[in-house]
């Protein structure tokens, strides 16, 4: 664990496992062990501490892990008519994707013979990439890219980055916390949307992102509203988050709620503690947000 609490921690055993022995081993399996022992540790110890009122926990991934296929592979320096003397620059040695830069005057060639050089292998200029995943319309994206289909890579064995609509891509989201509702199983979403859900709950602004908050926003509580207090003496008041105040007699005309942060303010000439509210001694909210009130005069 690097780190934890409002900050974020990551656990990357079972990818590094995954990798070197694949998704459907018994090493995998033994690490997923670890990593949930770990996970029911952390929510143990938030107990103990007496975290859980006002700690929000995300347990979550970033990919899934698929098994990869070593029958039928592909392998683009065997496709015939197709040599690497074509090819200015290349990255092919990460993962299921490919990036090409043919050499001036032959990127249509170096098209033509990959394209339909394996069943499973996808190859596209960069202005036809599928739009849905988000990734060619950027300067550093090279005239050439391509991908295979899950399990068709020539590394580990196990690996990651195929399309993100494969099934063995999905990962997890589990939350609990004041923030979240209990017991509510979500639709489908987007990774991309996680950013706008944490900037929210830490109360922070995000950057410009892809994402959207409304996505996860029925994860959520409601906000709360303040609630509007019937007052005796004028036509409303609205209740203030101030300090928890003493109990005093009297009823005093033309009070208004105030803040109340500090005891100076409490404790000035002009500040009272007022029980306007007529319910005030059987008020439900009485234990937990009594009423600071000052004099409108």
């Keep these: 664990m690097k780190r934890f609490g409002d900050r974020t921690s990551t656990l990357s055993w079972n990818d590094s496992t995954g990798h070197k022995y694949g998704p459907e081993s018994t090493e995998r399996k033994t690490m997923v062990s670890q990593v949930d022992r770990t996970v029911g540790y952390l929510r143990q110890r938030i107990r103990e501490s007496g975290l859980e009122p006002n700690l929000n926990l995300i347990i979550t991934s970033d990919h899934g892990m698929e098994t990869v296929i070593k029958t039928d592979e592909i392998h683009i320096q065997k496709v015939e008519n197709f040599t690497f003397t074509d090819i200015q620059f290349e990255l092919l040695d ?3 994707n490919g990036l090409l830069v043919p050499k001036e005057g032959k990127l249509e060639h170096v098209y033509s013979v990959l394209k339909n050089a394996h069943p499973k292998l996808h190859v596209y200029k960069k202005e036809e990439f599928p739009k849905r995943f988000h990734y060619a319309n950027n300067s550093r994206i090279t005239p050439l890219l391509m991908y295979s289909d899950p399990g068709y890579v020539q590394f580990n064995k196990g690996e990651h980055g195929f399309d993100n609509e494969a099934m063995n891509m999905k990962t997890i989201f589990r939350a609990v916390g004041p923030a979240f509702k209990r017991g ?6 987007e990774s991309v949307n996680v ?6 709950l830490l109360g922070i ?12 926003r029925p994860l959520l509580h409601p906000a709360p509203k303040p609630p509007q ?3 005796p003496h004028s036509s409303s008041v609205t209740e203030s988050q101030g300090r928890e105040a003493l109990p005093s007699s009297g009823v005093h005309q033309g009070c208004v709620a105030v803040e109340a942060d500090t ?7 002009k500040s009272i503690l007022c029980r306007c509210c007529p ?9 937990n947000s009594n009423l600071v009130w000052t004099r409108d005069s």
């Excluded at 602004?205 to 996860?216: I, K, N, R, T």
């Design 195 to 200: 950013y706008a859900l944490l900037c929210e």
């Design 279 to 287: 319910n005030f001694p059987t008020c439900s909210r009485k234990k």
């Design 94 to 96: 990460y993962g299921p």
């Design 263 to 269: 005891d100076a303010q409490c404790d000035s000439d």
């Design 184 to 189: 509510l199983l979500a639709e489908p979403f």
């Design 229 to 231: 207090i019937s007052h």
């Design 205 to 216: 602004a995000p950057e410009p992102h892809d994402g959207s908050l409304e996505v996860l």
